[in-house]
Every structure is written in C-alpha cells, then in structure tokens.
C-alpha cells in the first residue's frame, strides 16, 4: 500500500513544467569628485638681498580625481584668509601678530592669469582611479618689508563638477 502513494506522488513531480525569464538588471554610475591639496611651501623670503628686487616663486598641487566621463570640471581657488590684507596682490599670508606677506596663486607658470573663483581650472578625466595633479604657481613679489616670522594662510579650493 505505501508503494501506491509514493507513486502518484512521483509522477506528478516529474511531469511539472518550468519557465524562465529574463530579468533587467540597471545601475547608474554619478559624476562625482574628490579634491585635495599639497602645501604650497614658498621657504625662506628675503627682502634685503635676494628678493629685493626678485618675486620669490614656487609651486604646489592640487589633487583631482572625478567620475571617468564626468565633464566640465572646473576648479577654483578662494582669496584666503587675509585677502582684505593683501597689497598688490588678491592674497596675503599673517603672521598672526597683525603683519602680512602678500602673495599671488596663478594658473600657469608664466604668471599672468590669478587662480581664483573666476579665472578657473579645467580638469579632464580619464580614469577614476588616478589623481590629476594641477599645479598651483605662487608668487611672493619682491620688496615687501615685513618683520622677520613665519607667515601663513589657508585658501579652499573648490571642485565644481
């Protein structure tokens, strides 16, 4: 008697029938950057000797990586902290005593174009894994009479995307 149960039972499991599909499977990939800096680090100025007549210049980084196919990047630069102090120039660093050094950020190296929220760096990318290094190119102009200390400011930089 159980040997008739079992087999009703199996042959209606093997005459089931099936069927598939397809299922849509979508995902979208964002633009989206990342931003960061390396110190634009100007050493030692001298306005007595070497940079009484000579701008003290150097360069630093700012460090972008975007969404591969991102397009109309830009970034900007901010005036800084002390910007109403400046003289001369869009930017000047304190040394936190009421004494300020002016300074200029420009595009490229010939010095012409002031980095700043209107003048604007493009930025390209082409993988989203490698950082673009665009380089920031300091100015301190010569002949400024300042007291001898470390001065420093501190500017954002934006990634407009």
């Known amino acids: 008697m159980r040997a008739r ?24 990939i964002v633009a989206d950057c990342k931003i960061s800096s390396s110190t634009l680090s100007f ?20 460090l972008v990586s975007c969404t591969r196919g991102a397009t109309g990047v830009t970034v900007s630069l901010d005036a800084g902290s002390n910007a109403t102090r400046a003289s001369g120039t869009s930017r000047a660093m304190s040394d936190g005593l009421g004494d300020y050094l002016s300074y200029e950020i420009y595009t490229t190296s010939a010095m012409t174009t002031v980095w700043n929220t209107t ?8 993988t ?27 500017v954002i930089a934006t990634v407009n995307f």
Request: charge should be negative; glycine fraction near 8%; charged fraction near 5%.
């Open 5 to 28: 149960w079992l087999w009703p039972a199996l042959a209606v499991a093997l005459l089931g029938a099936s069927t598939t599909t397809n299922g849509v499977i979508s995902g979208t």
């Open 43 to 62: 050493g030692s100025y001298d306005p007595l000797i070497a940079n009484a007549t000579t701008p003290l210049n150097a360069t630093g980084s700012v």
């Open 119 to 126: 003048n604007l760096v493009s930025y390209t990318s082409v």
């Open 128 to 154: 989203s894994m490698a950082q673009t290094a665009l380089t920031a190119y300091g100015q301190i102009p010569a002949g400024q009479s300042v007291p001898v200390a470390t001065y420093t400011d501190s």
